[in-house]
């Protein structure tokens, strides 16, 4: 890749929009930030960042995170020097911000997904990497940027986040050697670990154990799926964030091959999130229009949840899992 491109525009642009995908998690998060500390630190300019929906509590202690903007933040009409999407494998996942990417005179894509087309001007794209974090850190190596501790901090999140804790299968030895050189600037693994692990909400704990105990298990038990229903997350008050890890926890019992939870939106259509110990899932989420890696994708289908369940259930029936 040529990392001089995106040195060049960055030092060239004079504003700059950042944006994370909607929904968000640690690396889009963390990678957004991430970038934001590093422009800031290599060349003493401020950014804006862009939040599609809400920032979920947990990352409320990335660096940085205080500074986001949502779309009613934000004048729609503006035309940005650039635009960066970080962690974005499709351009619809930027929702309403897509007027803004479209306007800018430069776009760049920083991304990991392999589903990902290369839609921006620039674009930065590596399957094989863990997290978009990690895409950012060898972005920086290679232009020669200061990698200060807020920004380590941030790149940290996002690589930690993506791995499940470096246990997923998109951890390598190369993920494991970019976390090292972040630990030796001055991250603490254990403080960020105890902040994204240890501090979920009781209405999560709540709300998650009323999910799972609805949990539903197929075929000699190696399909596992919930339904989540608007009822069920005004029960508990449940925000979206309280979503985050269900499906993981399915995917967790030791009979489950593939798992899913399939959330009922305010549209009438469903979110599905997909988890598989070896089927390929983002393959089953791209017959949807969805997408994301082998053994952790999503989608939204058009159709109630107890509809939509079946055509996934059919999906991945036609698979070998």
């Known amino acids: 890749m040529d990392y001089s491109n995106l040195n060049d525009i960055i030092k060239s642009s004079k504003n700059i929009l950042i944006v994370s995908h909607v929904n968000p998690d640690g690396d889009t998060l963390g990678s957004m930030c991430g970038i934001y500390s590093a422009i800031l630190d290599n060349f003493k300019k401020r950014s804006d960042m862009l939040v599609v929906s809400k920032v979920p509590a947990v990352y409320e202690f990335i660096p940085f995170i205080d500074n986001v903007k949502t779309l009613d933040d934000i004048d729609k009409s503006r035309e940005y020097d650039l635009v960066i999407n970080v962690d974005v494998a499709a351009i619809d996942r930027i ?14 894509n920083i991304d990991h997904h392999k589903t990902n087309i290369a839609y921006a001007d620039l674009n930065y794209i590596d399957p094989n990497a863990s997290s978009t974090g990690e895409v950012l850190f060898g972005c920086f190596e290679n232009m020669d940027w200061e990698i200060s501790l ?12 993506d791995t499940g804790s470096f246990k997923f299968d998109n951890t390598r030895p190369g993920t494991f050697e970019c976390v090292a050189k972040l630990v030796e600037i001055g991250v603490q693994p254990s403080d960020i670990y105890r902040k994204v692990y240890e501090s979920d909400s009781k209405t999560l704990v709540m709300f998650q154990a009323h999910c799972v105990s609805k949990a539903k298990f197929l075929d000699d038990e190696k399909i596992a799926y919930t339904l989540v229903y608007r009822k069920d997350m005004e029960k508990f008050s449940a925000g979206d964030d309280c979503m985050e890890g269900l499906t993981e926890k399915l995917r967790a019992i030791v009979t489950t091959k593939v798992a899913f939870v399939a959330k009922e939106m305010k549209s009438g259509y469903t979110k599905v999130s997909m988890r598989s110990k070896s089927a390929d899932v983002a393959d089953i989420c791209g017959v949807f229009g969805g997408g994301g890696h082998r053994l952790a994708a999503g989608c939204t289908i058009k159709a109630p949840v107890e509809e939509a369940a079946k055509k996934v259930l059919a999906e991945i029936r036609k698979r070998e899992i």
């Open 95 to 108: 929702c309403d911000g897509k007027i803004l990417f479209d306007k800018a005179k430069s776009t760049v």
């Open 150 to 161: 807020d920004t380590a901090i941030c790149l940290y999140t996002a690589i930690l986040t």
